[in-house]
């Protein structure tokens, strides 16, 4: 059975799959994924003071994301996982290997 791709439109076009968060002082970074979208209607609500007084916005989410805390630490290369796991298993399991 074939899906039916959705038709792009204009709130739909240009946003990007992932996107990166970051504080001031840089101390803690999230990555966001694009999860898809979203199958339930949900509203963002929000309120501004304007010049009449207190006013309400409403705008319908249609997209989600998900954020989970950017790793501080590089990936091993397939060279230095062999080098901590075959050469010093015993410091691997502790933690303390270094990779040369």
């Known amino acids: ?10 709130a739909d ?17 999230f990555v966001g994924h694009f999860q898809g979208a979203l199958q ?6 929000t309120m501004e003071d304007t010049d009449a007084g207190p ?11 998900r954020f989970v805390k950017q790793s ?3 990936a091993l290369t397939l060279e230095e996982a062999e080098y901590e796991v075959l050469v010093c298993p015993r410091a691997h399991a502790r933690g303390k290997c270094s990779v040369r």
């Open 1 to 10: 059975r074939r899906r039916r791709q959705p038709r792009p439109h204009a």
């Open 13 to 29: 076009a240009p946003l990007p799959n992932s996107w990166l968060l970051e504080d001031d002082d840089d101390t803690q970074s």
């Open 40 to 45: 339930s209607r949900y509203m963002l609500f």
């Open 55 to 65: 006013e309400f916005r409403v705008a319908p989410i249609s997209r989600s994301y």
């Open 72 to 74: 501080k630490h590089r």
